[in-house]
């Protein structure tokens, strides 16, 4: 038999030195201070400058911050961003769906969906949506080429302002969040698929139940992202008037002439949504990341204090063994 011995066992007959002897001296990485103490000097220094600024004017700040026009604001951002990613996410998975179809017709129609939304800005589609009264002046319903309608309305009664931004919203982001979906799908091994198969179940049942759940946890970054994305997109409604946040800033500032107070208004909130929508964000990830190495991340905030608990320990054990010595 061979004997294996470790390090420690040859070390200490050698030097005469036990476990409990060895000090462990954290690296010193002085240019990571130096580096830290800049940021952090700067950053002090611009906030500063801000909150001693004259022409901020935090009082004009503070009278509108809570005012019942922000929160009625508030409330249509709110409710378009949550509808517009429901519509784009259940589109936008249909969509991807259609795309990884066989049939040519099913992903032909797919990709012009794509091709078209994804290819002209959201502000031309908001536009677009929010005048198409100037290109039909009735919606109508009915058999093509006949005179049969089922249903008949006012372009403009019917596309009200919330309307149009929310389809313009909603479609556009079906775009991308198909490309998001159809990526997630393609990352799940067909493995899986052919199992299920081989099992009976159905192509929608397969979708539906394997390969969709695990392809969460591809689609959930991106995901949340276009959450927080679509949540700063909903300013651009403002040009049609569509009463979100940002219109009614404008509105405000159209009268009181206080163009940056309101937009520091503006700014705060919109701050304060995405960080609260970041929250559900990293559970999700969390969630679907559960077996992987992803789901052993940590916030920074977490890195931060573990890192300086971390130091302080470090620091403490060498302290007390040269004491002890």
Do not use: C
Not at 69 to 80: A, E, K, M, N, S
Not at 188 to 203: C, F, K, N, W, Y
Request: aromatic share 8%; hydrophobic share 50%.
């Amino acid at each position: 038999m061979v004997e294996l011995k470790t390090s420690r066992d040859t070390a200490a007959p050698a030097h005469g030195l036990t476990a409990d002897d060895l000090v462990v001296v954290p690296v010193r990485n002085h240019g990571r201070w130096v580096a830290a103490a800049a940021s952090l000097a700067a950053l002090v220094g611009l906030v500063g400058s801000l909150a001693g600024n004259d022409n901020l004017r935090w009082d004009i700040v503070g009278q509108y911050l809570f005012a019942d026009l922000i929160f009625d604001g508030l409330f249509t951002t709110l409710w378009l961003t949550a509808a517009a990613m429901v519509l784009g996410l259940a589109l936008g998975t249909l969509i991807a769906v259609m795309r990884l179809s066989s049939s040519p017709v099913l992903y032909g129609l797919a990709t012009f969906f794509v091709w078209i939304f994804r290819g002209t800005p959201l502000l031309v589609q908001i536009i677009f949506w929010g005048y198409a009264a100037a290109l039909y002046k009735y919606v109508m319903i009915g058999i093509p080429f006949t005179d049969i309608t089922f249903f008949r309305a006012e372009t403009n009664s019917l596309l009200t302002p919330a309307v149009a931004a929310l389809l313009a919203l909603g479609l556009n982001e079906a775009a991308y969040a198909s490309e998001i979906v159809r990526a997630g799908i393609q990352s799940v091994d067909t493995g899986q698929t052919e199992a299920a198969h081989s099992l009976g179940m159905r192509p929608a049942l397969t979708m539906r139940r394997i390969v969709l759940p695990q392809a969460m946890r591809v689609i959930t970054p991106p995901m949340g992202n276009e959450t927080i994305n679509m949540l700063k997109m909903t300013a651009l409604v403002s040009v049609i008037s569509a009463h979100d946040l940002m219109s009614n800033i404008q509105d405000v500032y159209a009268q009181n002439y206080q163009v940056i107070p309101m937009l520091v208004v503006a700014s705060l909130w919109y701050l304060a949504l995405v960080t609260l929508l970041g929250i559900p964000q990293a559970w999700l990830e969390r969630r679907y990341g559960r077996g992987t190495a992803q789901a052993q991340q940590v916030s920074p905030l977490q890195r931060l204090l573990g890192g300086t608990a971390r130091t302080a320990r470090v620091g403490n054990r060498v302290m007390n063994k040269e004491a002890g010595r």
